[in-house]
């Protein structure tokens, strides 16, 4: 392991990104520092090299995503019907069930070697789900976490929001960490076209609803802003030293 800790995480605004394209470049990008964790094994301390870290944000085309944990049968259509429309479909090693990704809405994949910051996977998903809820606080959202059920969401204050209905997801989260490298991230519906979600059982959830930033507050908003708001409060709760 090494004598000390690189805190610095690389951004990188990889736009509009094929899904296949962008697992493969996580997939490389983990390796890449797992092989280093591994060299850093056999040297002595003051020869170690620094590992990387990296947060990359982008949007996918229409396509739905299965993670380990999930049920074939919490997708409601057939292939035909997705490249009806133009969506496509994978099986992931993430965790969680299924989701919807697609443009208008914000992916982050933090690729980061915990070992950095707490190798402590249960405090990570907390501290995606921290930085959420405070970005949508920024606009005027009150987001929260609802017990058992990982991610983001709006009318999570009360039992009767959670049994009516009323209670809608904002963001998923589902993640992989090797080594304490993490992979896979969060998406956030900033001006996501709902309709897509029609097509699946949400996160394998099928009584509460999934909502987008758009849908809330009745307009359009700018993404990029988003995408600031976000990697900043993830700097501050990881005590990171963002590079671009």
């Given at each position: 392991?090494?004598?000390?800790?690189?805190?610095?995480?690389?951004?990188?605004?990889?736009?509009?990104?094929?899904?296949?394209?962008?697992?493969?470049?996580q997939e490389r990008?983990?390796a890449?520092?797992?092989?280093?964790?591994?060299?850093?094994r056999?040297?002595?301390?003051?020869?170690?090299?620094?590992?990387?870290?990296?947060l990359?944000?982008c949007?996918?085309?229409?396509?739905?995503?299965?993670?380990k944990?999930?049920?074939?049968d919490?997708?409601?259509?057939?292939?035909?019907?997705l490249?009806?429309i133009?969506a496509t479909y994978?099986?992931?090693?993430?965790?969680g069930?299924i989701t919807y990704?697609?443009?208008?809405?914000?992916?982050?994949?933090?690729?980061?070697?915990?070992?950095?910051?707490f190798?402590?996977i249960?405090?990570?998903?907390?501290?995606?789900e921290?930085a959420?809820?405070?970005?949508?606080?920024?606009?005027g959202?009150n987001?929260?976490?609802i017990d058992?059920?990982t991610?983001?969401?709006?009318?999570?204050?009360?039992?009767?929001?959670?049994?009516?209905?009323?209670?809608?997801k904002?963001?998923?989260?589902?993640?992989?960490?090797?080594?304490?490298?993490t992979?896979?991230?969060?998406a956030?519906?900033?001006?996501?076209?709902?309709?897509?979600?029609?097509?699946i059982?949400?996160?394998?959830i099928?009584?509460?609803a999934?909502?987008?930033?758009?849908?809330?507050?009745?307009?359009?908003?700018?993404?990029?802003?988003?995408?600031e708001?976000?990697?900043?409060?993830?700097?501050?709760l990881?005590?990171?030293?963002?590079?671009?």
């Amino acid at each position: 392991m090494n004598s000390h800790c690189n805190k610095q995480v690389q951004i990188q605004d990889l736009g509009l990104l094929d899904y296949q394209a962008g697992w493969d470049y996580q997939e490389r990008l983990l390796a890449e520092i797992v092989a280093a964790k591994i060299a850093n094994r056999s040297q002595p301390a003051d020869q170690q090299r620094l590992t990387s870290n990296y947060l990359l944000f982008c949007q996918h085309p229409h396509v739905y995503t299965l993670g380990k944990s999930g049920k074939e049968d919490h997708l409601l259509a057939n292939a035909a019907f997705l490249e009806n429309i133009g969506a496509t479909y994978h099986k992931i090693n993430r965790g969680g069930d299924i989701t919807y990704h697609g443009p208008g809405q914000l992916v982050g994949y933090p690729i980061l070697d915990l070992d950095n910051f707490f190798t402590d996977i249960h405090r990570y998903m907390r501290l995606l789900e921290e930085a959420i809820i405070r970005t949508l606080a920024d606009y005027g959202l009150n987001a929260g976490r609802i017990d058992g059920l990982t991610g983001v969401w709006l009318g999570y204050e009360s039992d009767e929001n959670r049994r009516n209905g009323t209670a809608r997801k904002i963001c998923a989260m589902g993640v992989k960490a090797s080594r304490w490298v993490t992979m896979h991230g969060f998406a956030l519906n900033v001006n996501t076209d709902l309709r897509y979600f029609n097509h699946i059982v949400p996160c394998g959830i099928a009584d509460k609803a999934v909502t987008s930033m758009q849908a809330e507050l009745g307009r359009e908003v700018p993404i990029s802003d988003v995408m600031e708001r976000v990697s900043q409060h993830l700097a501050d709760l990881f005590e990171m030293e963002l590079i671009r």
